[in-house]
């Protein structure tokens, strides 16, 4: 079996956007997929079969009022409009651009989507039929970012995004029985996470004290996870790909020219997953 991860990153998201739509276009298929955050979406429109649907998302969706900005937020106290991206207006099945659910179910593929339980901190695993057509909770809940949006309520949880609790969930395809593992990451491979700006950041999370300790350890988490991964790498039995160069974009960059630049770089990078798959 081999498995493979998207660990998201907002708009960086791009790049994993990139690397889908080249295995689409070679017929690249994998047997587990565990997707987190923006990682979640990408991952939907790779298993519906849409090559091309989420660069929409990064590059143009990404711009309008509606999607997320300071106005949204002082309005409603979330920068993201996870309804509006994820529901009705882009993605249900009215809407501009409907995730094809339908053609989602019928890969047959194991995927699971990472959020994080705001009341424990603790990771929260959904599958592929947690959701219904038109209810994309999941997705909503693991791209719900700690500090521009209040927590997710879905199914009597309250969620915020899955990176916070596993950034990079490797152990999920191993312990699945996956031989091999794909990692999508969004920084370069040699990016080593500061743990001040998460303390930092936890500190907004006062009324949610085991979401906050999940954000300050954000850092060291996600470093010593990377560290197994590229141990599993020098095995053989991984494979990460990642960027080389962000141009500095940050999770929600408004920056059209390096989003789309990333997503290309992510097409091109995909190449060597047809050499180790």
């Known amino acids: 079996m ?68 300071l106005k949204h937020f002082i309005r409603t106290h979330d920068y993201l409009d996870l309804e509006y991206i994820y529901g009705e207006a882009l993605t249900n099945s009215q809407g501009e651009y409907p995730l094809d659910f339908a053609a989602m179910l019928q890969s047959g593929k194991p995927f699971e989507i990472v959020a994080t339980d705001a009341l424990t901190g603790l990771p929260h695993y959904f599958e592929m039929h947690d959701m219904d057509q038109d209810d994309y909770g999941a997705i909503k809940a693991s791209s719900c970012v700690p500090g521009v949006n209040r927590p997710y309520g879905w199914k009597g949880g309250l969620y915020y995004d899955g990176g916070l609790s596993d950034p990079i969930p490797f152990k999920r395809c191993l312990d699945a029985g996956c031989e091999k593992i794909v990692v999508v990451l969004t920084r370069p491979r040699d990016f080593v996470r500061d743990p001040a700006k998460d303390e930092r950041m936890a500190k907004l999370l006062f009324k949610y004290p085991n979401a906050a300790k999940a954000l300050e350890f954000r850092s060291r988490v996600y ?54 798959v």
């Open 2 to 69: 081999i498995g493979i991860i998207d660990v998201g990153g907002g708009m960086r998201g791009s790049y994993g956007a990139g690397v889908f739509d080249w295995c689409l276009e070679n017929n690249i298929a994998f047997d587990y997929h565990v997707g987190v955050s923006a990682g979640s979406a990408n991952l939907c429109s790779f298993l519906s079969g849409q090559k091309g649907r989420n660069l929409f998302f990064y590059a143009d969706y990404s711009f309008r009022p509606e999607y997320m900005g």
């Open 223 to 276: 470093n010593d996870q990377l560290k197994d991964v590229t141990e599993l790498e020098r095995q053989g039995r991984a494979l990460i790909v990642a960027p080389d160069d962000i141009s500095g974009m940050k999770t929600l960059t408004k920056d059209r020219e390096a989003i789309v630049a990333l997503y290309h770089k992510g097409f091109r990078d995909a190449e060597a997953i047809g050499r180790f």
